[in-house]
């Protein structure tokens, strides 16, 4: 609870700066940086659907590699990007919030359950949720197993979520609160997914994806899946 305390008092605190944060972005000087623009496109990528095809990678080459610990990283990676995805998604439904290139300087239009026409799903940012869903998982993944590599990967990951989150704003898709309480979800979703695999390492996701297995075949890969009724 004090997760989610912390992530609604963060959002609102946003809100007063949202206009002045995407002016900033439109200005003359950011937008005409190819160095930015670069960037940001980049960064979007990353944010889909880049995370989750990483998260998937990992755990294929996990299994076919046999690291058990590469495969639960991606394993629980994908769950996390689902199950915030999930609920940003629930979100943008609810709030209906339009996004800012449809009027300037509009950060407090919502149409309470109309978030399914267009330039109506700005709040929260799904980009940045994935994003941080993703660096929450990996980084706490980390911190139990390899916690000398956590303490350079950590910031490295989270820098690159924020970085996609200041992508979405400097495209002009969402506000600086969007971005904060995407952040939050994901980031909060992510280390439950990781702490609770860790308390319960027979848990139900993971003991379903440990049946699954992945080798290499003439053809490509094989999957098979094996399962113990009981």
């Known amino acids: 609870m004090l997760g989610v305390g912390g992530a609604a008092v963060a959002t609102m605190a946003a809100f007063p700066l949202d206009v002045h944060v995407a002016w900033a972005f439109r200005s003359e000087g950011p937008q005409n940086s190819r160095l930015l623009h670069n960037g940001a496109a980049t960064f979007n990528s990353v944010g889909q659907p880049g995370v989750l095809l990483a998260s998937v990678a990992m ?17 629980h990676a994908t769950q996390a990007i689902i199950l915030s995805g ?32 267009v330039g109506r799903t700005s709040f929260p940012s799904g980009h940045t949720t994935a994003a941080f869903a993703f660096a929450s998982v990996v980084a706490t993944d980390l911190q139990y197993w390899r916690p000398d590599v ?8 989270y820098g690159g979520a924020a970085a996609v989150g200041a992508a979405r704003i400097y495209d002009d898709r969402h506000w600086l609160s969007d971005v904060v309480l995407g952040a939050a979800i994901g980031t909060i979703v992510g280390r439950m997914v990781s702490m609770n695999a860790q308390a319960n390492p027979d848990n139900w996701m993971d003991r379903h994806l440990k049946a699954v297995t992945i080798a290499p075949s003439d053809q490509g890969l094989a999957v098979g899946v094996s399962h113990a009724f009981r």
């Open 59 to 75: 755990y294929g080459v996990g299994r076919v590699a046999g690291q058990p610990r590469l495969t639960s990283i991606g394993a």
């Open 86 to 117: 999930t609920t940003t998604m629930l979100l943008k439904i609810v709030a209906g919030r339009q996004r800012p290139y449809v009027e300037v300087g509009a950060n407090t239009e919502f149409d309470l359950g109309g978030g399914r026409g």
């Open 150 to 157: 956590a303490r350079i990967a950590s910031p490295l990951l």
